[in-house]
């Protein structure tokens, strides 16, 4: 994926009961686990049989590091695939700064040299919105995000954005793979009913 991508979503589906539909990607490492380390990254609710809804997977990623429970937060710094990061303490209290190069081309890297309860939590954002997170990076360990251009999409009946996937009321545990290497538009579309199921498919793209 060299460039963002504009997706537009279409509801051809009699969904009555009108479960969410999110949209996440994982991280592409062997221990991810989607359906307890996923993050849902777009919400789409209330779009009607017909309607639409469209949105942007931006190239670009920010980084950010937060502590005590998600209180305190660093800055957002950009994030290159390839680059590696540090959360430590200087002469103004704990920062997040870049820290050369990551130990693979392929991953971005955070390590924590701060000792603190609970760890660091560390997460990547796309469009200002979280895509992906480690929650417990503890003192002089480190998180690797492993990112391909693969989005996830899935049915919900509680979800909200940023929500992890564990924390969710799924409709399901499987998920529609959706490959955006090549491609500047697509449109997904959600077919079915609650007698037959629901799926997505890819009505079109470029």
Not at 175 to 187: A, I
């Given at each position: 994926m060299s460039s963002n991508v504009n997706i537009k979503y279409v509801n051809h589906s009699m969904n009555l009961d009108q479960p969410s539909v999110f949209v996440f990607t994982k991280n592409e490492i062997p221990s991810f686990d989607a359906l307890r380390e996923g993050v849902a990254w777009r919400v789409i609710n209330k779009v009607g049989r017909g309607s639409s809804c469209n949105f942007t997977f931006p190239i670009?990623?920010?980084?950010?590091?937060?502590?005590?429970?998600?209180?305190?937060?660093?800055?957002?710094?950009?994030a290159v695939i390839g680059s590696r990061f540090c959360v430590a303490k200087d002469s103004t209290g704990i920062v997040l700064r870049a820290d050369g190069n990551a130990s693979s081309t392929t991953s971005i890297d955070v390590c924590s040299d701060i000792q603190t309860p609970g760890g660091v939590s560390v997460s990547l954002y796309k469009d200002g919105r979280v895509v992906m997170t480690k929650q417990v990076v503890s003192y002089n360990q480190k998180a690797t995000f492993v990112l391909h251009p693969k989005l996830y999409w899935g049915l919900a009946s509680e979800i909200q954005?940023?929500?992890?996937?564990?924390?969710?009321?799924?409709?399901?545990?499987?998920?529609?793979?959706?490959?955006?290497?090549?491609?500047?538009?697509?449109?997904?579309?959600?077919?079915?009913?609650?007698?037959?199921?629901?799926?997505?498919?890819?009505?079109?793209?470029?």
């Amino acid at each position: 994926m060299s460039s963002n991508v504009n997706i537009k979503y279409v509801n051809h589906s009699m969904n009555l009961d009108q479960p969410s539909v999110f949209v996440f990607t994982k991280n592409e490492i062997p221990s991810f686990d989607a359906l307890r380390e996923g993050v849902a990254w777009r919400v789409i609710n209330k779009v009607g049989r017909g309607s639409s809804c469209n949105f942007t997977f931006p190239i670009s990623t920010e980084i950010s590091a937060s502590w005590n429970d998600g209180c305190c937060r660093t800055a957002m710094l950009p994030a290159v695939i390839g680059s590696r990061f540090c959360v430590a303490k200087d002469s103004t209290g704990i920062v997040l700064r870049a820290d050369g190069n990551a130990s693979s081309t392929t991953s971005i890297d955070v390590c924590s040299d701060i000792q603190t309860p609970g760890g660091v939590s560390v997460s990547l954002y796309k469009d200002g919105r979280v895509v992906m997170t480690k929650q417990v990076v503890s003192y002089n360990q480190k998180a690797t995000f492993v990112l391909h251009p693969k989005l996830y999409w899935g049915l919900a009946s509680e979800i909200q954005e940023g929500d992890q996937l564990s924390s969710a009321v799924l409709n399901s545990d499987s998920f529609f793979e959706q490959d955006l290497e090549g491609v500047s538009e697509v449109t997904v579309g959600l077919y079915g009913n609650a007698e037959d199921g629901y799926s997505f498919k890819i009505d079109g793209w470029k």
